[in-house]
């Protein structure tokens, strides 16, 4: 049986299938624990009334999601291409130690009182995604 060009050209390949199930797979994770981590932080307020158990439940089951979009996140990168990994291998090197040395030098400023307001943990979250983004964005600009 003979395939032209065309046709191999056309169908996904089982490498590009399975990339594409572990990134759906990392989105869904990702959200599942995005919206535990709403419920987490608004349910006390608006939904239970502040009862303690349910909102230590809140948190265990936000705890258990977020290592299931981790272990989500292990399985995208494994299925990567070396390139791919190695671009991410970089990016996430490069976030983690800024984000070690800007977040502790934010910390110091504010138990300094050198800034008016407080350091808060959702600025260094922001900083990281950021931070983040834009070296994957980089890292693929080089691999071109």
Known sequence: MKHN???VVSKPSEWSKR????????ALWTTIWVLSMALTNFGPHFIWDFDSTLTILAVLLNFALG???????IQHIKGLDEMQQRIQ???MGFTLGLSLVAG??????DVLDLI?????ISHLVIFMGLTYITATFIGNRKYQ
Not at 67 to 73: C, E, P, S
């Open 67 to 73: 290592l299931k979009m981790v272990t989500a996140n």
């Open 19 to 26: 990339n594409q199930h572990n990134t759906s797979k990392l």
């Open 116 to 120: 008016t307001f407080h350091a808060e």
């Open 5 to 7: 060009n065309d046709e």
């Open 89 to 91: 291998l970089n990016a």
């Open 104 to 109: 502790l030098t934010y910390s110091n400023l």
